[in-house]
């Protein structure tokens, strides 16, 4: 119950939803252990949302049958560099919305803070400050407004990323929901500003 509080920033939790997020990681984590050495079944298909369309992937669960759509990799502001280092965030705007836009991977995870970055269970995803990507994993076919999972990892602000936290695990089991895993800036690149009106932390 206390892991279900602080992963769900409510204090405090409600038991039902203590239960039904319990019920939820319990379903992750058997799913998991059942699927190891059974990779989900994934092709190559496109969708169109009001930003223009995506090559995304279509999955298949190798044990329950079930299937869904995963966008990887989608950029969701622009990148923080150059004249936009330790700026807030600006909305990411397409040349083109006719242009198919790849969606089949993930993009970086955002600059880990040194010593975080050394870790032994940290770094094996590449890492730059071009991150602000999100992943979308999503029942198909889509007939109706589903609740949204969003995840925001964790590394007290200063390392992970949303390579670790894969929705297929989730997907494969339940077909009422969709998950959303989100990179945002780390370390001193998300909390310092030359503009004093628009302190951080930001995306």
């Avoid at 319990?22 to 990779?39: H, I, Q, R, V, Y």
Wanted: hydrophobic share 40%.
């Amino acid at each position: 119950m206390i892991l279900a509080s602080l992963c769900l920033g409510l204090s405090p939790t409600p038991p039902t939803v203590v239960q039904n997020f319990e019920n939820l990681m319990d379903a992750l984590f058997a799913e998991e252990l059942a699927s190891t050495g059974k990779p989900h079944a994934a092709t190559p298909t496109e969708v169109v949302t009001d930003d223009g369309p995506l090559r995304v992937e279509r999955v298949s669960a190798s044990t329950s049958g079930h299937s869904w759509l995963r966008a990887r990799g989608v950029q969701y502001a622009e990148h923080p560099v150059g004249a936009l280092r330790w700026q807030p965030p600006v909305p990411h705007r397409r040349s083109s919305k006719r242009e198919v836009l790849e969606a089949m991977s993930f993009g970086p995870d955002c600059v880990n803070a040194p010593l975080a970055s050394r870790l032994g269970t940290i770094g094996t995803a590449s890492t730059s400050e071009a991150c602000l990507h999100l992943n979308v994993f999503a029942p198909d076919p889509v007939s109706e407004l589903r609740p949204v999972f969003v995840w925001v990892h964790g590394g007290s602000f200063i390392f992970g990323g949303t390579t670790a936290y894969s929705g297929d695990w989730i997907m494969s089991t339940r077909r009422d929901v969709v998950i959303v895993t989100v990179n945002y800036r780390l370390g001193a690149r998300a909390c310092r500003s030359l503009n004093p009106c628009a302190p951080g932390p930001w995306p």
